[in-house]
């Protein structure tokens, strides 16, 4: 098949990179030229684990390209993805104006019939009001070309980006017409070898499907780590409870673990976006506003509980940063709880190091012209702290050596925002150690 996607940031160049290996020509489009290059010359703009091999293999053999000539890629494709991003505006609703601006350009160029897909996470409504545009400009050019709109959410998780988009969980598939239903089922074939579903419905319900699924993870997490602060109140061990409640088949055993807030791309916004869309219909959406603060509270919690330790106030004190990305497996520090605690450290005058194994480019970036100092390896941020602070569960911090983390802190002082270590081995060695939602020790 014949296939263009715009966009080429987490989702648009995974899922392009993903259509192309299973045989499609694929032409990825994106706005910035810098990214576009970096691309032909084979170097990905994201870290995620496998990307960089398929990108180059999938350029050798010809099946992608990169460029920011968008008419091209629409006259090329029968199959037209939108995979670019819808942040949160100013008052929380999701910023809609990249994808508007790819539906107007694919409306004024588009010359024969075409699938328009949203792969964006759009508010409902979203397809819509693209196929109004499409019509619209259709009229106006005096042509009457065929075109179906489908929403077909994206529910990859970074880190393992590859790997969901090859063997996705589900595919869900929002539209009107047999002939997109056919065309999508085709399309995604190849990838459901393993029986996992392909789920038609209409393309609102599609589109409520993503904000309903990150909400309701949103939630999950929210609620645990409102547990956490009550267990720590009250002398009980959350890892216990966890265990306890995950055992119940109706609770299950994932995305109930306590730690400092969800971030990320996608949680933070689509959780205001969906707070929004109830807003506009007069409908409260009471529960999500209770996750979204209990969110903001966690960190806030976790940042306390630091300067707590401190009496004498952090001016002078370094303090070890071990993770800025907002999860391990990725570069991503969007909405990332190590910012909010970055910057609460700072503001208290504390001096920080940090180190992450991949995302300490992208977090200078973001912290360019404050003290903050960036290290190349894990032990080297430790040496003469008063306290390391474990922000992302990456795997090499999960076993470090602790007689070694003993002698490089000026004092034996954790705080364990993933509940990483062993709390009676903590005991043993000898440090101070405070995790979340588990007895202090
Ligand atoms: N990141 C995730 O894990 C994830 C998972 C599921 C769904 N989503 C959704 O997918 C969408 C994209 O997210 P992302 O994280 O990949 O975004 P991103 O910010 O990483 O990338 C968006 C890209 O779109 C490009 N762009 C903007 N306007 C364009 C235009 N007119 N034509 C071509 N390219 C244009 C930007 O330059 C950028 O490279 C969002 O709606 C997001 O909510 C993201």
Known sequence: MTISVFGTGYVGLVTGVCFAEMGNDVICVDIDEKKINRLNAGISPIYEPGLDELIESNLKEKRIQFTTDSDKAIASSDILIIAVGTPSDVDGSADMRYVLQVAESIATTMDRYKIIVTKSTVPVGTGKKIKEIIEKHLNRRNTNFGFDIVSNPEFLREGCAIEDCLKPSRVVVGCESERAKEIMTRLYEPFLKNGNAHITMDIASAEMTKYAANAMLATKISLMNEFSRLCEKLGADIEN??????????????????????????????????????????????????????????RNNFLKNIIKKFPNGLKGERIAIWGVAFKPGTDDIREAPSLDIIAGLLKAEAEVIVFDPVASEAASAYFSNQKIKFVENQYDAIEGASALVVVTEW???????????????????????????????MKELGFFYHSIGRPLV
């Open 241 to 298: 409870v966890r265990r306890g409640i995950g055992s119940d088949f109706r609770i299950g055993p994932h995305f109930i673990f306590p730690g400092i807030g969800y971030g990320g791309s996608c949680f933070p916004k689509d959780v205001k976006a969906l707070i929004k869309m109830g807003e506009q219909q007069d409908e409260k959406m009471e529960i999500l506003q209770s996750v979204e603060s209990a969110n903001q509270l966690q």
């Open 395 to 425: 795997k090499s911090f999960k076993e470090p050596n602790f007689e070694k983390i003993k002698k490089l802190l000026k004092a034996p002082i954790i705080f364990d925002g993933r509940n990483l270590f062993n709390l009676k081995n």
